[in-house]
């Protein structure tokens, strides 16, 4: 307990905090300041007392990120704390994406008081409707101007209210998604003080709350088919809220259709594929790249006019966004486009799309010819990737040209450079169901999304934007609350040099916070090399590419993990991937795999 006289800010801090953690979060992610000092002394004590999780960063815009990827494998927002001015700018990339992905956020913005808006006050500018576009609720709190001794006065109330009310809108109101609210809190000296008795303690229910599950079909006596499925499927995604007066669209079976999962769809978009019978297009990062329906080399087979230019019909879950051609397929106006409302912003890529908060299949014949054409067309174009095994006659020939032949031929095997295919296949490998599997915005998740096959992983990417903003900071989130409570698994990020590079501010850990399981792979090819796949490369000189697009760079990334505390390892063949990736992970790793241009 603080000694010292009572603030208003400090029992204003004291409701706010209390309640949200009374109404479920249990990770709070601070960046120091002055003007916050009462909302970080007042997480600090709730920390001590067990009741929440603190994480410590001193970038906002890491701080926002961890939030997010929190928010992401949990489905319960964070509470992100920072001071005023330039400190609550930083948090608007985190923000953004977490409005279009819809994930839940809960910002909470210091401020000076408003008299000292636009007055040349220090470090004051104009914070509130910072983030109007993308906030689900937003709110300038009047400035704290009591204490309270027993936590009944009319400003403690508010104060609760407003929690109350920012909690349930980040998780999502009525049909809006979940997404970030804004909470503004002005204050004045002084800005600190005793913390107040009525401070919520620790209590045998105190555990942290059980976060939604991941979606799964509803139950529904009215559905001949059985079951119904709803978009917002993702990792820790919260099922999105069916309306009681919007009813479940039922799909006939007949309608040449297929399934595309995008981003966050999760299993519900399998399950869905499975009961119409119909083909599943489904994107790396959506968790539904599994199943018997799963088509692989999509991108060819839905430019193919006897596949894709025969479609009638598209359900769609989640977010799309690794190929031109399912964008494309999406925005014909003679494909009817079922979108199952998920947690990010409604698609309508076409101008005639249906939404449905849940959709089932009707009774009626499936097209067994349709889906039959797709998945001979997926088997011929499967890439197998797996690894030569071992000649083992050879070796253990008494025929010392055919065993010395044979050596060779695995030596070879074992020396061959990784290259970007066996790369993300190594990682794909390695990753199990009690992992989590992060992908950055780079070259390498296109890459993966073009040559992985089937596999029921967990698999988080922010594809709500698809900036390269945060992806470190994100991963470090979903590490961090996959792993609470010592629960087994390892978190991998597979990305880019440049995107690492943007975000290596996030490397920097307090020492007193739990380590995280974390292996962070960087592919390295020293620049932007996503961009010798788009049109630009065709038209720009090489000077101009390298000098404003490709962005090389030589950064030693072994003396960076030195810096920051971080194990280091250099890969270069695919046996040494697959021995760091399946050691046991005590703790940060951050592994470099050199790859060509």
Not at 48 to 75: K, N, Q, S
Request: include cysteine; hydrophobic fraction near 45%; charge should be negative.
């Amino acid at each position: 307990m603080s000694i010292g006289t009572h603030a208003p800010a400090t029992d204003a801090a004291a409701a706010l905090l209390g309640r949200l953690i009374e109404s479920g979060v249990r990770h709070i992610v601070l960046s120091p300041g002055s003007r916050s000092q009462a909302l970080a002394l007042v997480a600090a004590e709730l920390e001590a007392r067990g009741l929440v999780h603190l994480h410590v960063r001193i970038d906002e815009r890491v701080a926002g990120f961890t939030a997010l990827g929190i928010g992401r494998e949990t489905g319960v927002p964070a509470a992100v704390i920072c001071t005023s001015g330039t400190a609550a700018a930083n948090l608007l990339p985190a923000a953004l994406e977490a409005h279009h992905a819809g994930v839940p956020l809960v910002l909470l913005t210091a401020d000076r008081p408003p008299e000292l808006r636009g007055v040349g006050a220090n470090q004051t500018t104009r914070q509130p409707g910072m983030f109007a576009a993308c906030a689900r609720l937003e709110a300038d709190l009047p400035v704290p101007d009591e204490t309270d001794a027993d936590g009944a006065a009319d400003q403690t109330a508010m104060v609760r209210g407003v929690a109350d009310d920012a909690y349930a809108a980040s998780l999502g109101w009525g049909s809006r998604p979940a997404g970030p609210v804004h909470l503004n809190l002005p204050v004045r000296e002084p800005l600190g003080g005793a913390l107040p008795h009525w401070l919520p303690a620790r209590t045998d229910d105190a555990a942290a709350t059980t976060p939604p599950s991941e979606s799964a079909p509803l139950e529904d006596a009215d559905d001949v088919s059985g079951a119904l499925y709803q978009g917002g499927g993702g990792i820790g995604q919260a099922d999105v809220p069916v309306d009681a007066d919007d009813a479940p669209l039922l799909l006939a079976p007949g309608p040449r259709t297929i399934v595309i999962a995008g981003a966050d769809a999760g299993p519900a978009a399998e399950e869905l594929a499975h009961r119409g019978s119909w083909p599943l297009v489904a994107e790396i990062v959506s968790g539904a790249r599994f199943g018997r329906n799963l088509v692989h080399g999509y991108r060819a087979l839905l430019r193919d006019p006897e596949l894709g230019g025969r479609v009638e019909r598209a359900v769609v879950f989640g977010h799309p966004t690794l190929s031109r051609e399912a964008v494309a397929l999406l925005s014909r106006p003679d494909v009817e486009v079922v979108a199952v409302r998920g947690p990010g912003e409604p698609l309508n890529l076409n101008g005639t799309t249906t939404a449905a908060g849940a959709v089932g299949v009707a009774a009626g014949t499936a097209d067994r010819d349709w889906l039959g054409h797709w998945l001979r067309a997926s088997r011929a174009a499967s890439v197998d990737l797996t690894p030569p095994a071992p000649d083992a006659d050879g070796l253990a020939s008494t025929e010392p040209a055919e065993r010395l032949g044979a050596i060779a031929a695995e030596l070879s095997a074992i020396r061959a450079p990784l290259d970007r295919e066996s790369l993300v296949d190594a990682v794909w490998r390695a990753t199990w169901p009690h992992d989590r599997l992060m992908f950055g915005s780079s070259r390498l998740v296109r890459v993966a999304d073009a040559v992985l096959g089937g596999k029921k992983v967990p698999v988080h990417a922010n594809r709500g934007l698809a900036g390269i903003d945060g992806t470190v900071a994100t991963a470090l989130g979903i590490a961090l609350a996959s792993q609470s409570d010592a629960v087994p698994g390892v978190t991998r990020l597979l990305l880019g040099d440049l995107a690492f590079l943007h975000d290596v501010g996030a490397l920097l850990l307090p020492p007193r916070e739990d380590e995280p399981r974390l292996q962070v792979i960087v592919g390295n090819d020293g620049g932007g090399t996503i961009f010798d796949g788009l049109e630009v490369a065709a038209v720009a000189s090489a000077d101009a590419m390298d000098r404003v697009l490709y962005t090389p760079q030589t950064a030693r990334l072994e003396q960076l993990a030195t810096a920051y505390g971080w194990e280091y390892q250099r890969v270069t063949t695919r046996a040494a991937l697959d021995q760091v990736l399946t050691s046991p992970v005590g703790g940060r790793q951050l592994i470099e795999v050199p790859l060509p241009r």
